[in-house]
């Protein structure tokens, strides 16, 4: 017997309830009523849903060319070739078999040049051949992202009869930092669950995950200039080597803006802390200035420390990633440009750095005409924050819709992009999905059909029912903010 609409939704009610578990009141001790006042109109989600014939690849690849006449079989295994002995660990979904598919994987710019693979960290290509598989990264990370192609592959209906199609993938991203901000308030993740969000980066190509929980006392006040115990310690080790095995830059992020002394004790405990990090595995870093008042919002003050860190730790270490800040004026409506805040760190922060914004606004989507104004006052290209599918101002509304409204041609004008999530991970796991397949390839995102994939993905069995639910919980209402969402399309001529 086929349920109706309404049975979905109760079903799919109670279905989420055990999921996501009951939602709580806010607690934090910054104010968010001032993001509600803010008003902005959003245009109605675009794209369609297509129907791909099992063959579905997150995110979406750049150049994809099959050969529907032939097939590759894979039910005897791979007989595997690493030539650099790197990832025998990462196949663990294939049976090796000296009498399978030959799979060849290499990595390196000589191989990736006569493979044509773009000189792009990431950049791979995948042939799948009637008896042999290649893939050839530009680098380790590309070669880890042709396995992972290769993984939702076998994974994918296409695969079913136990032999995939005879294709060829060229591929790369296009920013070079995709990703996730663990920035918000409220009910911090468990240290189980960040480790499976990071398993979660790492199958959908998503390289940064900026850690900066905004409750961890380690991180902010009051103990920012304090090394971790040993336990805290332990857990930061063990997310470092989860994003290692899965190629994610783990960004550990300090927050001490609300209580620093512009003072030669409290750079240097700064600069021991970064130490004390790296010691732990941490080799890319960022500092926040947001969300403070007083004495820290200083851009001269924040711009001195800033080179100071990057000529005296981050230039030092050959292997540390370029330094992150997050400046406390982030978005435009937040900003006093006669001031002169951004312009000041345009001026005085060493080139390399990395500076965050948010957009127009605090939640906001990002356009063409959004960087080419902040762009030019911090002299560098914006390293985006997004804040979505982030809900700690609304924390009784769960955002499950499609992720759309950010432009696909703005590709050269960002740094990188990554998405605050909420405290709900698993709900969360529907827009990262998106936000993953955006980030790849801006040009071709569709976001109805990332959507649709991305809840097959997530509740495979229950399809219906997730995608009923998260239909009617989109929107952040008109009380939550005016960042609004379409939600209950199909409801809506009925009610009206």
Excluded at 292 to 312: K, M
Excluded at 353 to 378: E, F, Q
Aim: hydrophobic share 35%; net charge negative.
């Amino acid at each position: 017997m086929k349920m109706n609409h309404y049975a979905k939704c109760v079903t799919a009610g109670i279905l989420c309830t055990f999921m996501y578990g009951t939602l709580s009141a806010q607690e934090t001790d910054f104010d968010l009523s001032s993001q509600r006042s803010e008003k902005q109109d959003v245009l109605a989600v675009p794209g369609k849903k297509i129907d791909h014939k099992g063959l579905i690849i997150n995110p979406t690849p750049h150049q994809m060319k099959l050969d529907a006449n032939n097939t590759c079989p894979i039910t005897q295994g791979i007989h595997l070739k690493d030539k650099q002995q790197k990832f025998a660990a990462s196949l663990d979904f294939l049976t090796q078999n000296k009498k399978g598919i030959k799979l060849t994987i290499d990595f390196g710019a000589k191989a990736a040049g006569k493979a044509n693979v773009k000189e792009v960290s990431g950049a791979y290509s995948l042939v799948i051949g009637k008896k042999e598989i290649t893939i050839i990264g530009y680098d380790a990370r590309g070669a880890f992202y042709g396995i992972q192609t290769l993984k939702q592959l076998t994974e994918s209906p296409v695969s079913a009869h136990g032999t995939l199609p005879c294709m060829e993938i060229n591929d790369y991203p296009d920013l070079p930092n995709r990703g996730v901000v663990e920035g918000f308030y409220g009910t911090p993740w468990s240290h189980e669950v960040r480790l499976s969000l990071i398993d979660f980066y790492g199958k959908f190509k998503m390289n940064t995950y900026l850690y900066g929980p905004k409750d961890d006392p380690y991180h902010s006040c009051p103990n920012w200039r304090l090394p971790y115990p040993e336990k805290e310690a332990q857990h930061i080790k063990e997310l470092v080597d989860a994003s290692n095995r899965n190629y994610v830059d783990f960004v550990w992020a300090i927050h001490p803006g609300k209580d620093i002394k512009w003072t030669e004790a409290d750079r240097d405990a700064l600069i021991q802390k970064f130490e004390a990090m790296y010691q732990l595995g941490v080799r890319s870093f960022a500092v926040f200035f947001d969300d403070i008042s007083g004495d820290g919002t200083d851009p001269v003050r924040q711009a001195e420390l800033l080179n100071y860190i990057d000529n005296n730790f981050i230039q030092q270490k050959h292997d540390v990633s370029p330094l992150v800040m997050c400046p406390t004026e982030y978005n435009k409506s937040w900003s006093n440009v006669e001031g002169g805040y951004l312009t000041t760190l345009g001026e005085k922060l060493n080139p390399s750095i990395h500076v965050m914004w948010t957009g127009d606004r605090v939640i906001a989507c990002i356009d063409k005409p959004t960087l080419d104004w902040i762009n030019p006052l911090i002299r560098r290209k914006a390293y985006i924050w997004w804040n979505f599918p982030v809900n700690d101002y609304v924390r009784d509304h769960l955002l499950l819709g499609p992720v759309y409204g950010n432009a696909k041609d703005i590709k050269d004008d960002m740094s990188g992009f990554v998405s605050n999530p909420m405290e709900h991970a698993e709900s969360s796991k529907i827009s990262l999905y998106s936000v993953a397949d955006y980030t790849w390839n801006l040009e071709t995102y569709d976001s109805i059909q990332s959507w649709k994939h991305a809840i097959k993905d997530l509740l495979p069995r229950k399809v219906a029912y997730l995608e009923t639910f998260a239909t009617h919980c989109s929107d952040l209402g008109p009380n939550g903010h005016g960042f609004r969402r379409d939600e209950s399309v199909s409801l809506q001529p009925i009610l009206k």
